[in-house]
């Protein structure tokens, strides 16, 4: 048992200062610091160099890169005219994302020499609908006996943040009908991402494409990693990044003569290097494992939640009451509103997998090597929108043996979803 202990602690200050009768500006400056975590038996180990033989035991668990967190915001309001009806507002932030245990749990809790994990192989996997010809081949010829795998985190993490801004007009068109339109957006830097980072190194580059040449007979594709004394080493790095930027257009009624609404539309677009759905255990494939660890900018493309398009409308209708109805009548027949809600949106990306080493880099957890697509066709002409079939799989071919795939990211779009209630 480990009893692992962590503090992080915040301060902000905060002015709202209004300039003049028509500008106000808010002002502020957080300052958020989180200690490194400790164990009260210390038992702490990480491979702080993936090039160890061992792991170093004792602390830190890592260095910490929150002591300069200064995360400044701004913000203002203006009032151009003088009737009013018509505001303009942006801001800007910066937001720290501080280094937690759901970050870290299997990194802390499995070092050796306090905890082992070791692959020691099994069956091929099954395959739907088939395989590849040559992927149990592939699979049995690469599931040698490995040495223990570690969890690890990288040793000096960057500092992880967001910025984020917008700036919106907003205008009262008709009495109790306001519009808005407005740009939001935001970037990520030093993101965290989790890969197995151990593989074969020896690799040339033939027509500007990575190869891994076949090893001769009796030569284990360990002796060729990055750090033979390990098989996965599944490390959580530090260097992603992200991106989002997106139109919005709102209008909304105020309530009057017994109807409100609310209207909007969302045209975005969300770029980073790996991401989920759900988290980073779910959806896995298309989410937040990769194809060369060694290679982050191959796999910058549309974030797993990515979504074009979003239309949502809502509205609430109060019906006309009779006053010359009374008693039960009127309990019965007045006092009814009717409600509606309408939600649109384009689909999820996702990518296409082939499910075993066809590069030959000997990753113990490759499981996101992508196939090329093939000459003339387009990532849209894959897609036929038939549910029974939506993959037009003869868009994609096997990449050389020995080669990476150049299929990108989430190049794919899911379907999309439209839902209405009253």
Avoid: C
Avoid at 1 to 30: E, F, P
Avoid at 122 to 147: H, K, R, Y
Avoid at 229 to 254: C, H, M, P, W
């Amino acid at each position: 048992y480990q009893g692992i202990g962590q503090s992080i602690v915040g301060t902000y200050v905060q002015d709202d200062w209004r300039v003049s009768r028509k500008l106000t500006v808010n002002l502020g400056l957080r300052y958020e610091f989180f200690t490194t975590p400790t164990e009260v038996n210390e038992k702490v180990a990480n491979l702080r160099n993936l090039t160890d033989p061992t792991t170093t035991v004792g602390e830190p668990f890592f260095n910490n890169p929150s002591k300069k967190n200064f995360a400044p915001r701004v913000g203002f309001a203006y009032v151009p005219f003088s009737d009013g009806k018509t505001s303009i507002r942006g801001g800007y932030g910066i937001y720290d994302m501080p280094i937690l245990p759901y970050l870290y749990r299997f990194e802390i809790s499995g070092q050796p020499p306090f905890a082992g994990l070791a692959f020691v192989g099994g069956p091929p996997p099954i395959f739907f609908p088939a395989p590849f010809p040559d992927a149990f081949e592939v699979i049995s010829s690469s599931q040698l006996p490995l040495p223990p795998s570690v969890n690890t985190i990288d040793f000096n993490p960057e500092r992880t943040y967001m910025q984020q801004y917008n700036l919106n007009v907003q205008r009262e068109v008709m009495r109790n009908l306001v519009v808005t339109a407005g740009y939001i957006g935001s970037t990520g830097v030093h993101l965290g991402r989790k890969n197995s980072v151990n593989q074969r190194t020896d690799f040339t580059f033939v027509n500007g494409r990575k190869f891994f040449p076949e090893l001769p007979a009796g030569v284990p594709p360990q002796s060729k990693f990055l750090n033979p004394n390990f098989g996965a080493i599944r490390q959580n790095t530090f260097d992603g990044v992200s991106s989002y930027n997106a139109l919005q257009l709102r209008v909304e009624k105020r309530l009057s003569r017994g109807l409100d609404f609310q209207a909007s539309y969302t045209w975005g677009k969300a770029l980073d290097d790996a991401s989920g759905t759900e988290s980073e255990f779910a959806n896995v494939p298309g989410g937040s494992r990769v194809q060369d660890p060694l290679d982050r900018r191959a796999e910058h493309g549309r974030a797993a939640f990515d979504v074009r398009h979003t239309f949502i409308m809502g509205a609430t209708y109060e019906l006309p009451t009779n006053s010359r109805f009374t008693g039960v009548t009127d309990k019965l027949l007045n006092g009814w509103e009717l409600t509606g809600l309408l939600t649109t949106r384009g689909g999820f990306p996702f990518n296409v997998v082939i499910g075993f080493d066809r590069a030959r880099d000997a990753s113990p957890d490759n499981i996101a090597q992508r196939p090329d697509l093939v000459p003339g066709r387009s990532y849209s002409s894959a897609i036929t929108g038939d549910p029974n079939r939506y993959i037009d799989a003869s868009a994609f071919t096997l990449a050389p043996a020995g080669m990476y795939g150049n299929s990108g990211r989430n190049v794919l779009d899911g379907p999309g979803l439209s839902t209405f209630d009253l």
